[in-house]
């Protein structure tokens, strides 16, 4: 299993995430869905990253709406942390590539911590905040298989077909 850290502080690891854009990982691409746009101070919303005080920082959701980060890829497992501040929640729910929730996660608990390792593969993470209040999403910890690419299956392919014209041979 491979692994990538979503920490949203460089443009390689999603800093520069914005609605609509996708981030290119080694494990394929993670597209974030409407949201996305400067955090003003005074709205409610869903933050990436852990400057919850920051205006610079990227607003996922508003006024409790959900928003979904997406992943062309099976994830394996993901793991993340959140924040709220002001009497917040945070609503996290991993869904499968039908849009079928498989695992969620809430709290109310200022700093917290949270782990999906499902039997069914990740596709997206929908994220709220039900009580309308600041709230967080940081570090998130992304696992995924490696599936080799058709020409490396190919190469595989040939060399195996080699070896047996080679046995056939002698």
Avoid at 31 to 44: I, M, R
Avoid at 45 to 66: A, H, I, K, P, Y
Avoid at 69 to 94: C, K, Q, W
């Amino acid at each position: 299993a491979q692994a990538f850290l979503l920490d949203f502080e460089t443009a390689a690891t999603g800093g520069a995430f914005n609605a609509g854009n996708t981030l290119s990982t080694p494990l394929g691409t993670i597209t974030l869905d409407n949201g996305g746009s400067p955090c003003a101070s005074s709205s409610q919303q869903v933050r990436l990253g852990n400057e919850l005080l920051n205006t610079n920082v990227l607003c996922l959701t508003d006024n409790g709406t959900f928003d979904l980060i997406n992943f062309d890829f099976d994830v394996d497992s993901i793991s993340g942390d959140t924040e709220y501040r002001g009497g917040g929640s945070i609503l996290v729910e991993a869904l499968d590539i039908l849009g079928n929730l498989i695992a969620s996660f809430s709290s109310r608990n200022p700093t917290a911590s949270f782990s999906f390792d499902p039997v069914a593969s990740i596709r997206a993470l929908r994220v709220s905040d039900p009580v309308l209040n600041f709230s967080g999403l940081d570090n998130l910890n992304i696992s995924a298989t490696a599936i080799p690419e058709p020409g490396s299956l190919a190469l595989l392919g040939f060399g195996l077909a080699g070896l047996a014209a080679l046995r056939r041979r002698k």
